[in-house]
């Protein structure tokens, strides 16, 4: 099973840019597609990001997309959420997961979350 670590949120103001990452360890991070995913207060978890063992297929959230860049680094097992044109919208806790594929993500291993908070 593989354990995923967070890290990277903070406070920024609209228009600024974050980037997350969520380090990997266990089982060997390429044998994972991986995720992020956020929650904000009050509402469901949804999807943010997904990107593919081999890195050669991304997907995201319409309200991201433009915005928004996921990468992976199998060097230092670590996966990567840049932000950039903030909005007070994307205001949530991220979480990365991991599954073997993408379309059960949800299924998968979970971080505890990053706070991201972007102010008006």
């Known amino acids: 099973q593989v354990q995923l670590v967070e890290s990277g949120g903070g406070l920024v103001q609209a228009g600024g840019s974050l980037r997350l990452s969520c380090a990997a360890s266990?089982?060997?991070?390429?044998?994972?597609?991986m995720g992020w995913f956020r929650q904000a207060p009050g509402k469901e978890r949804e999807f943010v990001a997904a990107?593919?063992?081999?890195?050669?297929?991304?997907t995201y959230a319409d309200s991201v997309k433009g915005r928004f860049n996921i990468s992976r680094d199998r060097a230092k097992n670590t996966l990567y959420l840049q932000m950039n044109s903030l909005k007070p919208e994307d205001t949530a806790v991220y979480y990365c997961a991991a599954a073997t594929i993408i379309a059960t993500l949800r299924q998968g291993a979970w971080g505890q979350g990053t706070q991201v908070t972007v102010s008006s």
């Open positions: 266990g089982r060997t991070f390429s044998t994972y597609a």
């Open positions: 990107i593919s063992r081999s890195g050669g297929t991304t």
